[in-house]
């Protein structure tokens, strides 16, 4: 490996400056820079729904790493401007700005976009997708003086940013296409708390509610829903998902598939590029199969494999996935995955803002939804990882220790 070599990095993301600070470690000692269209240095993304948004947290304290941690590894940011194009046979990229890059190995660590939702005055002044920053900071302009908010989508980002304009003082009201909150990732009784959650603190939330059209004249005045019925609001946030940022991959002519298609070792199937972070599809070996996603732990975890393989090492990434939600005065922390479970096991209260859900299948523990029980948490993941069997009622009654499952395990 000389000092001649280049590597560039695609994306200002939590897995791009992982995977910088790696290559130093891992010993690149070649020019490293990374490109992103955004014009802010690589920033943290869970606070933007939640401190950010709320106005508990400032710009500043949202940066992954000080400027001079940057300077330190010799890293160089070109910001603001985006690739067009990646000429694989001529290890080249194509900026927007007219300048071509030559590198020796690439990065992909282009994250994904808020899903568009095609309907009728979607493109409305005061209506909002959450992702970055500055979508964020069009989010806080408009509640600064508006009353009524109406958030299209009962995920994860839809439910935090409910909590936060809450916060702010808005009256909102949350619209959800489903019969329950989170239907496609958690189970009834998790479903059931944050329905009450959300309730108590006085969101108003539809079920069984699609959206049809955005109303008003220039700027938003209320959401048309299928039933006929319109929900009045100053302003809209739009929260169904996201798509992963896949095309400069496709077009290249890189493998892909609902994401970039990479193997253990981050590695694409070009042998000068990897990727990593929320635009992969990747394979487990833990859960052994192979899935996109949306996960910081996931990002840097897979940025230390990417940059491994560059420097020509192998690290296999197999990491046990994790995420957290927090919403008002409630930690929520998943541990694992809870695809295929046949059972869901309510350990402690489920009346009250601490228990946790264990997913069972076939007796084994696939996943765990710990409310306000960081232990449970820490304790889930080693009995997931372990292959733990067990009957539900061992998980449910709780003068069973947790800790004795695992010893005995």
């Given at each position: ?133 500055d979508d964020v ?103 169904i998902g996201v ?106 209260d489920k009346a ?58």
């Amino acid at each position: 490996m000389t000092n001649d070599q280049s590597t560039v990095v695609i994306g200002g993301s939590h897995a791009a400056v992982q995977l910088v600070i790696s290559l130093r470690q891992c010993g690149w000692e070649g020019n490293i820079t990374v490109i992103s269209d955004e014009p802010h240095m690589p920033y943290q993304r869970p606070p933007l729904s939640k401190a950010y948004l709320a106005g508990d947290s400032s710009e500043d304290k949202l940066a992954l790493r000080a400027a001079g941690a940057y300077e330190k590894i010799d890293v160089t940011f070109k910001l603001g401007v985006r690739v067009t194009s990646i000429d694989t046979q001529n290890h080249q990229l194509n900026l927007d700005n007219g300048e071509t890059i030559s590198f020796n190995k690439l990065a992909l660590c282009t994250g994904a976009r808020a899903r568009p939702l095609p309907i009728p005055g979607a493109d409305l002044e005061s209506v909002h997708y959450l992702r970055t920053m500055d979508d964020v900071k069009g989010i806080q302009q408009s509640a600064a003086s508006a009353k009524t908010a109406v958030i299209i989508g009962g995920g994860y980002i839809g439910l935090e940013t409910a909590a936060s304009l809450t916060k702010l003082g808005l009256s909102v009201t949350l619209l959800e296409t489903e019969s329950r909150l989170l239907q496609r990732v958690a189970s009834e009784t998790t479903s059931e708390f944050y329905l009450r959650l959300h309730q108590e603190q006085g969101v108003a939330i539809k079920l069984n509610t699609q959206a049809s059209a955005i109303e008003g004249e220039g700027s938003v005045s209320g959401v048309m829903c299928s039933d006929g019925n319109i929900v009045s609001a100053d302003m809209v946030i739009i929260g169904i998902g996201v798509i992963p940022n896949t095309e400069l991959a496709s077009e290249a002519g890189l493998n892909v598939d609902n994401g970039i298609l990479v193997n253990e070792f981050a590695q694409t199937s070009h042998p000068d590029i990897v990727s990593a972070g929320d635009c992969t599809n990747h394979p487990n070996t833990i859960l052994q199969t192979t899935l996109r996603l949306e996960s910081v732990p996931n990002a840097i975890e897979q940025a230390k494999a990417a940059a491994a393989s560059i420097c020509g090492l192998k690290k296999p990434y197999a990491e046990l996935p994790w995420f957290w939600s927090d919403q008002y005065d409630v930690k929520l922390q998943i541990a694992g995955m809870n695809q295929g479970y046949t059972d869901a096991v309510v350990r402690g209260d489920k009346a009250s803002r601490s228990f946790t859900v264990f997913y069972l299948k076939d007796n084994n523990i696939l996943a765990a939804d710990c409310i306000n029980r960081p232990k449970d948490f820490m304790l889930a993941k080693k009995l997931i990882l372990q292959g733990t069997s067990t009957e539900g009622q061992s998980l449910a009654d709780e003068t069973i220790e947790l800790k004795t499952l695992i010893m005995e395990s």
